[in-house]
C-alpha cells in the first residue's frame, strides 16, 4: 500500500496542488499535513474495501485513516502532552483501536452500531464469570481464560513498550546464549498446542480466501 498507494498519491501532480495551495492558505506546518491526511484517507479506504465488499469494512478502513490523518493534523498541539502523559495517550489509543473492532465483528454496519449502544446501555459486569461468554467448543470462560488473557495482554504490552524505547525483542533474544534460546522456543511451542484453540469449529485460516 505505501508503494504502489501511498507514495504515487501523494506525490501526483494533484496533490502536489492541492499541498502548496494548503500551504499557501493554512500554513506551511497544516499545509504540508494535509496532503498526507488526504493520501492516507485513500489508503485505508482501500484497506477497507480488501477486507470485503461490505459498507461495515469500508467504514472500518475510513475509521483507521481519520484516527491516521488527525494524528497527523494535530501532532503538531499534541505533541507536547503526549510526551508529558505517555501512559494517558497509549491508553486513549489502545481504547480508539477497540472501538474499530466493532465494524470487523459485526455482521454489518448497523449492527456495529447497535453492538456500541449496547456496550454503554446494557453492560452487565457479571457477565464476565457467570457464563454469558463463552469459547467456541467450550461450555465456559473460567479463571484460567482470563489468566492467559491478561497474561498475553502484559506481554505484548511489555513488548512494545520496550521497542519504543529502542529495544527489539528478537535482537535481544538472539544475544542470549543458546540454552536461553532453545528454552524460551521450546515454551512457545509447547503454548501453540497447549493454549491455542484446535477444535474444527474454530474455522479456518481467516485470510485463506483473499
Known amino acids: 500500500m505505501k508503494d504502489y ?92 483501536i477497540q472501538i474499530s473492532w466493532y465494524f470487523d465483528r459485526a455482521d454489518h454496519l448497523d449492527h456495529a ?26 461450555n465456559r470462560i473460567g479463571p484460567w481464560f482470563y489468566a492467559i488473557l491478561l497474561a498475553g495482554c502484559l506481554i505484548l504490552y511489555l513488548v512494545s513498550y520496550y521497542q519504543e524505547k529502542g529495544m527489539h525483542l528478537g535482537e535481544w533474544l538472539c544475544a542470549k546464549p543458546v540454552a536461553v534460546r532453545f528454552m524460551v522456543y521450546l515454551i512457545l511451542l509447547y503454548a501453540l498446542p497447549a493454549l491455542g484453540t484446535l477444535s474444527s469449529s474454530s474455522g479456518g485460516f481467516i485470510y485463506a480466501q483473499f
Request: aromatic share 16%.
Open 113 to 138: 452500531f447497535a453492538l456500541m449502544q449496547k456496550t454503554v446501555t446494557d453492560f452487565h459486569i457479571t457477565d464476565f464469570w457467570n457464563g454469558t461468554l463463552f469459547l467456541k467448543g467450550a
Open 5 to 96: 498507494v501511498f507514495y504515487p498519491i501523494s506525490l501526483s501532480k494533484p496533490m502536489n496542488r492541492f499541498g502548496k495551495f494548503s500551504r499557501n492558505t493554512f500554513g506551511k506546518q497544516l499545509g504540508r499535513a494535509l496532503p498526507i491526511a488526504a493520501a492516507n484517507l485513500v489508503v485505508f479506504f482501500l484497506v477497507g474495501v480488501w477486507h470485503g465488499a461490505n459498507m461495515k469494512f469500508i467504514v472500518y478502513g475510513l475509521y483507521h485513516g481519520v484516527l491516521i490523518a488527525m494524528e497527523g493534523l494535530l501532532q503538531p498541539y499534541t505533541r507536547a502532552w503526549d510526551n508529558k502523559w505517555r501512559n494517558l495517550a497509549t491508553l486513549r489509543t489502545f481504547l480508539l
